[in-house]
């Protein structure tokens, strides 16, 4: 039997962990894959990249570009050229972009540049925000597409008013709840909350790295402001991402960090680590995507200091709410989520830990010749 040949590439840590199950599902499969991975190295450092490849047990790539840290557009020729090089080499039946970021981009722009087919993981989401690159990734990539992987019926909505025909897509859940299934006792067991000395409950956990909120000195003070005036009611726990670091000492903002013993400020931190903090925190505050996810699946509250998302099922179904970058308002809705007025959330159907094994179910019966 002559495997059919697929690659997949990723670049950055969210992409990372929606495809840790592939090579599981591939190997459990009646069809032969050769299954090859593309690592752009858009998330170049060791906290953000290699570390998360080495605990989820994921394939070790077989092409790492290590594209150059420059300015974006340059990274995206970079990118684009790159991936095109390995696809001339490698010839496959199908390419799969995952998520909307940079590389996502790229590596459609490639595929599509030489006929070749392309899925796209996470396909049909939408902020209807045109100031995120994100958005402007996602919809470039839809529109190329040959199949589509849908993770909530959002996505599916909207690709039908996009035209989409309805046999290209295929609606298997969300991959990034595999990586939650699969490593669940893992997370469990991390034991950050003892090397952090906070106990379960008693703490917020905050991310924030969009352009809109720490790109400017405004905001970014007033997010700092706030999270003193959270300290007076929980711990705060607060992975810096790089960018929002380059920030604060861009703007000389460190010294409310500094000055506050009731924050504890963390660089980047491997994945068990990260989910164990989700999992046993009051609230999560955000600008992330995918933190909307994994807050919805633990039912944990999730202020996600943003103006729209593309994930309505985290808000419509789950526990995640979006809120403007307000302190009075920001402030007033901890306290109710700390006296426990919140409503009852549920997970999303498809989110069960089986969306890979359904991709999979989906390429044995695809005939990439033909599609």
Same mark, same amino acid.
């Given at each position: ?19 840790? %199950? ?5 190997? !459990? ?15 170049? *450092? ?13 394939? +070790? ?5 290590? /594209? ?8 995206? /020729? ?5 991936? !095109? ?10 390419? $799969?972009?995952?998520? *909307? ?18 899925? #796209? ?23 190329? &597409? ?14 039908? !008013? ?7 897509? #295929? ?6 709840? *595999?990586?939650? /299934? ?8 991390? !034991? ?16 924030? #790295?969009?352009? %809109? ?26 992975? $810096? ?11 000389e903002l460190q010294s409310i960090i500094d000055n506050n013993d009731r924050? =504890? ?7 068990? @680590? ?13 600008? +992330?995507?995918?933190? %909307? ?22 808000? *419509? ?11 009075? @308002? =920001? ?5 109710? =989520? ?6 009852? &959330? ?20 695809? #005939?990439?010749? +033909? &599609?």
């Open positions: 039997m002559i495997p059919k040949k697929i690659v997949v590439v990723v670049g950055t840590r969210p992409n990372f962990i929606k495809v840790t %199950q592939l090579e599981k599902e591939f190997k !459990k499969s009646t069809q032969a894959f050769e299954y090859i991975l593309i690592h752009t190295g858009q998330h170049f *450092d060791n906290k953000m990249s290699s570390v998360f490849f080495e605990q989820l047990q994921l394939k +070790s790539p077989d092409y790492n570009l290590a /594209v150059k840290e420059t300015d974006r557009q340059k990274k995206i /020729v970079e990118m684009q050229n790159g991936i !095109k090089e390995v696809l001339i080499k490698e010839k496959p039946e199908l390419l $799969i972009v995952v998520g *909307d970021v940079d590389s996502t981009y790229s590596a459609a722009m490639a595929a599509k540049e030489l006929n070749i087919k392309i899925a #796209h993981l996470e396909s049909g989401l939408r902020s209807f925000d045109n100031r995120m690159p994100e958005e402007i990734n996602r919809i470039a990539v839809d529109k190329i &597409s040959d199949h589509f992987f849908i993770t909530e019926k959002s996505g599916e909505e909207n690709l039908l !008013k996009d035209g989409v025909a309805s046999e290209k897509m #295929h609606f298997v859940g969300n991959t990034m709840i *595999d990586t939650l /299934v699969a490593f669940d006792q893992k997370i469990k067991e991390d !034991k950050v909350l003892q090397t952090l000395n906070i106990q379960p409950g008693e703490y917020a956990l905050m991310t924030m #790295h969009r352009p %809109q909120n720490v790109d400017n000195k405004e905001s970014l003070e007033l997010i700092l402001n706030l999270i003193s005036k959270i300290t007076e009611k929980l711990k705060l726990v607060i992975p $810096i991402h790089p960018r929002t670091r380059k920030q604060i000492e861009y703007f924050i =504890i400020e963390l660089e980047p931190i491997d994945y068990f @680590a990260f989910q164990n903090l989700i999992l046993n925190a009051k609230l999560v505050i955000t600008d +992330s995507g995918g933190i %909307q996810e994994e807050t919805t699946f633990r039912k944990v509250p999730c202020l996600t200091i943003r103006d729209n998302t593309e994930r309505p099922s985290t808000i *419509d179904l789950g526990s995640n709410e979006l809120m403007e970058l307000n302190e009075n @308002a =920001i402030l007033s809705r901890i306290e109710s =989520i700390l006296s426990d007025n919140t409503e009852e &959330s549920s997970i999303p159907p498809l989110w069960d830990g089986k969306a890979t094994q359904r991709i999979v179910e989906v390429l044995e019966k695809l #005939h990439f010749a +033909s &599609s």
